[in-house]
């Protein structure tokens, strides 16, 4: 009897180890399968942030544009020089990498990313917050790859297509700092619909063509920011572009975008009869990009010589040159020069530098006007800028201090802006009576865990 009690006994207890081998066995091939094809990662960040005056930002106020433009009162007081203070996490992020996925000579991938801005009713425009932050679609594609395609000689190229929501081709390239905008309106910032191809013919020159729709950034018009000019041009926005990559760290890019869209349907012509019209636009934005990587230093650069680049967070837009009686209407593209440049040196302790220069060269060609003034009615300019926007500087010093994954930043952005008094403007769209410059001073600390 107790021999039979012993054994019952142990076989109690050998019972959980036994389901555990049968369920570990059972899940295994699910197990190994999500760790060869899926990589899950994101981080939650948390910004703190003071400034000196109240200025033009979104995303709770935490991605920066530039500082709002004079209001005097009656006293002559500058009713926008209000200092204010926020902290939030809301540009915490959650995305995973697919790969690993191969048929015949073909292998496939994919990329979804979410953070939690949706839901806020905050806007660039708008010193409101308010809400609960929700996900919302950051990036989303898929990757389709061929690898080891014959060239001349030794050389083998690999090309792959991206076809979904990603970065745009222009703004890739950001300079080293902690800020949410990554150096814009100095530079591009997009996501958006596209398909591109990345064609690398050898080891050092890369190949890229995109075609892109507007989604979240955009152009303006008569309507305000809106996806329909690109809608109803039928047309997507184009971008050809090459890079060349050395053996010893240096990297330089060229291209540049093709855009061409409707701003308008439909007019009214000479008898005040509403009719089809055949408006459109078409500029192009060239930039070039310089990188420099050696041990822990790092150095990099970045011209944009952009026409109507609102689209792209640029501080651009575009105006009408003519009226004729069929009711259609010719246009003209403002230009703007944006560039920056960064260095960045460290590991554990990292210390970055940036400086950005932003030019409004006006437009180029008059705009209908009278007497060499331009209504300001009859030219669109970036939302998240001001028309009277004539020429704008930034300098951002900045140190994290980085423990395995995670991370303890400070940040000091001073960013001047100037402006014209904004009661006239030129044949090219530009204020330049009453020039004067308005200042204000960021400063941001960051802590964020990455996983």
Partial sequence: MKKTFVIALSLFLALPSFAATKESKDNAPVKEHLQNHFKFYGFIRNFFTFDTRESTAGTGDLFYYLPKDQKLNELGDDLNAMPSFRFLALTSRVGVDVSG??????????????????????????????GTAQLRLRQAYVTIGWKDLPMSGDAKAAVSLKI??????????????????????????????????????????????????????LSQGPSGASAEYMKYSCTPEGYLGVSFKSDNGFLARIGSNVLSIKPRRTGKNSNGVEVKVSDRITTFSPFIYLQYKSGKFE????????????HMNLMSGYGITEKFADGHYEYAPIQTSSTWASISYGKKWQFMLMGGY????????????????????????????????????????AVTYNIGKFTLGLEYNMTAAEYGDGKSYNARGLSLEGLHWIYNNRIQAMVKFTF
Wanted: glycine share 10%.
């Fill in 358 to 397: 932003i030019k409004n060269l006006g437009a180029t060609k008059d705009f209908v006007n009278e007497g060499g003034v331009t209504d300001k009615s009859d030219f669109y300019f970036s939302g998240n800028g001001s028309k009277n926007l004539n020429s704008m500087w930034r300098i951002i010093p």
């Fill in 101 to 130: 996925y191969q048929i015949g000579s073909t292998s496939f991938g994919a990329k979804v990313e979410a953070d939690f801005y949706s839901g806020l009713t905050s806007s660039a425009t708008s010193s409101k917050i308010n």
């Fill in 299 to 310: 150095a990099k650069a970045k011209s944009t010589f952009s026409q109507a680049g609102e």
């Fill in 164 to 217: 979904g929501q990603a970065w745009h081709p222009m703004a890739a390239d950001q300079p080293h700092v902690l800020s949410l905008e990554t150096g814009a309106p100095f530079g591009p910032f997009s996501r958006t619909p596209q398909v591109t191809m990345d064609a690398n013919l050898g080891k050092h020159v890369i190949l890229t063509a995109s075609a892109i729709w507007q989604q979240q950034y």
